[in-house]
């Protein structure tokens, strides 16, 4: 079941990935909503397959560590590193 729901995190990051830097047309609350839901449901999943790769009665520090929150953790912030290099390519006075 952990790896069911590993496989389900990562595909619910791909939909987050899609939407926010894939679908054309402008940027408007449905791109960040769809966005949104995704990473949230990606990390619930993420933290219920981390209880099953921890210990019975593993600490917080310990499930932060497991495989699959770490793996949510670098795509949550490579997506954000790409979403603020967009705002840097695309709206270059925007920070002026």
């Known amino acids: 079941m952990k790896w069911v729901l590993l496989a389900l995190s990562l595909y619910a990051l791909l939909v987050a990935y899609n939407v926010l830097f894939l679908v054309p047309g402008n940027y408007d609350e449905f791109n960040f909503v769809a966005a949104g839901a995704a990473i949230s449901v990606a990390a619930v999943l993420a933290w219920f397959s981390?209880?099953?790769?921890?210990?019975?009665?593993?600490?917080?520090k310990e499930l932060m560590s497991t495989p699959p929150v770490v793996i949510w953790t670098f795509v949550v912030v490579v997506m954000g590193c790409v979403g603020i290099l967009k705002l840097f390519t695309y709206r270059p006075g925007l920070f002026r």
Request: charged share 35%.
């Open 50 to 60: 981390g209880r099953k790769f921890a210990k019975k009665q593993a600490t917080w």
